[in-house]
């Protein structure tokens, strides 16, 4: 009897060793499984991380480029047209690339005469004005050199501190010189054309006075060898 009682919690004792090493062995699986899956979960959210960082480097990298561009094309824009300030450094006598330099660009062509290499060779280039709407310059060149210039909208007369009046305007007369006009209305007006070589007899230049008025107000002299040859309103 004592014999079996004891066979008998014996064998109680290893059946629960054996259930606890079970429930261990079945734990620690579950665990090692979460341990695992967390890693992973760990590991594709870092590269989740670094896919974004890579997107993000790349976008800003074309926006960048692409802003880059459009400042280019500002640029070459603003080279292909002509300022007031630029047509006022302009003189006769230059050649046709003095004059590209100072602009910045080739001119387009607006007519053409006589045989190229002799002193008759004539070419009329014009360059779009930068204020646009209609503004432009013209430049004629005779045998590779500058005859003669003439602007419209080019330049900042409009906005300039020296205007004229009606009265200032009755009072100049047909042979005064630049100087005395200049003093009857205060300063030089905006040269719209100029031709021949200056300090000459045939040197002839159009200035464009706006008037105080505004609304499209404006005087046109003509003088030619400095000395005022006609008016016009």
């Known amino acids: 009897m004592r014999k079996l009682m004891k066979f008998g919690c ?33 590991e594709d959210s870092g590269g989740n991380s670094a896919d974004e960082d890579t997107t993000s480097s790349g976008n800003t990298e074309e926006e960048n480029a692409e802003e880059g ?6 640029e070459t824009e603003d080279d292909s047209t ?30 053409e005469t006589g045989e190229e290499g002799s002193q008759f060779h004539t070419i009329i280039y014009s360059w779009d004005g930068a204020d646009g709407w209609g503004a432009n ?3 004629t060149f005779q045998d590779g050199l500058l005859q003669s210039k003439a ?11 020296v205007t004229i009046t009606i009265d200032e ?7 005064m010189t630049t100087d005395q006009v200049f003093e ?3 300063g030089e007006g905006e040269i719209t054309s100029q031709t021949g070589e200056e300090g000459s007899q045939y040197h002839t230049v159009t200035y464009t006075y706006y008037g105080e008025s505004g609304l499209g107000s404006n005087a046109t002299l003509m003088f030619q060898g400095c000395i005022w040859q006609n008016k016009s309103t």
């Open 10 to 42: 014996l064998g109680f004792i290893g059946i629960l060793a054996i259930i606890i090493i079970a429930v261990l062995a079945f734990g620690g699986g579950e665990t090692d499984d979460t341990t695992s899956n967390n890693t992973t979960q760990t």
């Open 69 to 74: 561009d459009s400042g280019e094309a500002s």
């Open 82 to 111: 002509i300022t007031g300030e630029e047509f006022e450094q302009i003189s006769n006598g230059m050649t046709y690339e003095e004059v590209v330099e100072i602009i910045g660009s080739e001119g387009t062509v607006q007519s």
């Open 137 to 139: 310059a013209m430049l």
């Open 151 to 161: 602007q419209a909208g080019v330049g900042n007369g409009s906005e300039a501190d």
């Open 169 to 175: 305007f009755n009072q100049l007369e047909n042979g």
């Open 184 to 186: 009857i209305i205060g």
